[in-house]
């Protein structure tokens, strides 16, 4: 085992993490509603791209905008980097992996609910707040895949701390040291 390190990764889980990884840059991250009337539309963000509907028409691609508001996707992103260390057997277990999306979860659905409290536009005397509803599917793929990230946890049958055993038979003696 090299560095002492108890978790041997198969090479299944691994490809499972870098593919939960990359997935994290193209999956939708907010889904954004404003609650008016002449603005009847919604858009959804991902790291590296934007859909949106307005007028019944639907426009999308790549867009600096949603690179820019990296602070909301970032949490995101590490969780698909905690995937693949998990799958490589550097997290120190099942637990802390959870551990660790669920805190990364909690931090990006905290970052997006101010965002409704703000006012996105104004039509004249009314200002226009818009929903923004956190959309955490990485999260839900980290939790679905633990046990196939999981990798495979090393023991040995001795410890370190092992006295010799002193035995009385004939044939022990017989082997040169």
């Known amino acids: 085992m090299a560095r002492d390190n108890p978790y041997v990764p198969k090479a299944r ?21 404003p609650n008016h009337e002449t603005f009847m539309s919604f858009m959804i963000y991902a790291p590296n791209w934007v859909l949106q509907e307005r007028s019944s028409l639907i426009y999308g691609g790549f867009s600096p905008m949603a690179l820019i508001m990296f602070q909301f996707w970032l949490p995101y992103t590490f969780i698909g980097f905690q995937a693949y260390r998990y799958a490589k057997g550097r997290c120190s277990g099942e637990k802390s992996y959870l551990l ?13 609910l ?52 002193k035995s009385d038979t004939k044939e022990e003696s017989v082997w040169p040291e």
């Open 13 to 33: 889980s691994v490809n499972l993490g870098k593919f939960i990884l990359v997935l994290s840059f193209f999956l939708p991250y907010i889904f954004a509603y």
């Open 100 to 112: 660790s999306v669920i805190l990364l979860t909690i931090v990006a659905v905290l970052l997006v």
């Open 114 to 165: 101010p965002l409704s409290l703000m006012p996105s536009g104004s039509t004249g005397t009314e200002d226009i707040y818009t929903t923004y509803v956190p959309l955490p599917l990485i999260s839900v793929i980290a939790f679905l895949s633990v046990r196939r990230l999981a990798p495979t946890r090393v023991v040995s049958p001795w410890t370190k701390d092992t006295e010799e055993i």
